[in-house]
């Protein structure tokens, strides 16, 4: 068990809609990260945050927004969903802004219709 | 784009057997590591090797690094078949973390 929650573990939603994908990071973490994972793309790095703030920005679309709490559990936002947005959505924490090893969560599995 | 990309993409090798797994990348970078992903969970970290460091050891594991040549490497050596898994290497550089596509690496009985 790596410490790192995610919630909910699958979640079905139709073309338009608008989702939120939680993130609990590890204890003491401090930072996290969000990754999208799908067959074609791999894995591909979305945004980081640091004690509340932005850190670093990957190929996050304007469709998609987080932010991190200041009890630091994080939420990513994705709205007007596409086809193609169907992936595996991970996030991953890890002690310091970018201090390494990451802790990855088991990842929110979404399906769009 | 500093993303590494792993070589080969799927490998299969009989147990007991080393394993090796390379990866390439683009940019500078402060670290380079290595995750290993069963079927369709999260990524569990094995090994990180710093960009003033050539090679690191850490159970079966061995890892390389050539920082002139830009690429890494991840040997398994006496394979299990628990070791059957993607595995991935990850390029860190600034607060950036970077995967590549993985390697999928089966181990038959």
Avoid at chain 1, 8 to 22: D, M, S
Avoid at chain 1, 35 to 47: K, V, W
Avoid at chain 2, 24 to 53: A, D, F, M, P
């Amino acid at each position: 068990d790596s410490g790192v929650t995610q919630t909910p573990k699958h979640l079905i939603t139709a073309t338009g809609q608008r989702v939120t994908l939680r993130c609990s990071p590890r204890s003491g973490d401090l930072s996290v990260y969000w990754y999208q994972q799908s067959l074609d793309q791999g894995l591909q790095f979305l945004i980081q945050y640091y004690n509340g703030e932005e850190r670093a920005k990957g190929n996050i679309l304007e469709r998609f927004s987080a932010q991190q709490f200041p009890d630091l559990h994080s939420e990513l936002n994705l709205s007007s969903l596409e086809l193609g947005d169907s992936a595996l959505y991970f996030c991953a924490s890890s002690r310091g802004p970018s201090s390494t090893p990451l802790h990855f969560g088991n990842g929110t599995r979404l399906t769009v219709t | 784009s500093q993303q590494g990309e792993e070589d080969p993409q799927a490998l299969s090798i009989q147990e007991g057997e080393n394993a090796t797994m390379n990866c390439s990348y683009k940019t500078s970078i402060n670290n380079l590591q290595w995750y290993r992903q069963n079927s369709g969970r999260g990524l569990v970290h094995l090994i990180l090797i710093r960009s003033n460091e050539r090679e690191k050891h850490s159970g079966r594991l061995r890892v390389t690094l050539d920082t002139s040549k830009k690429s890494s490497s991840l040997l398994i050596t006496a394979s299990r078949a628990a070791d059957t898994a993607s595995y991935f290497c990850a390029t860190c550089r600034d607060d950036k973390i970077i995967f590549g596509k993985g390697t999928r690496l089966h181990i038959l009985p």
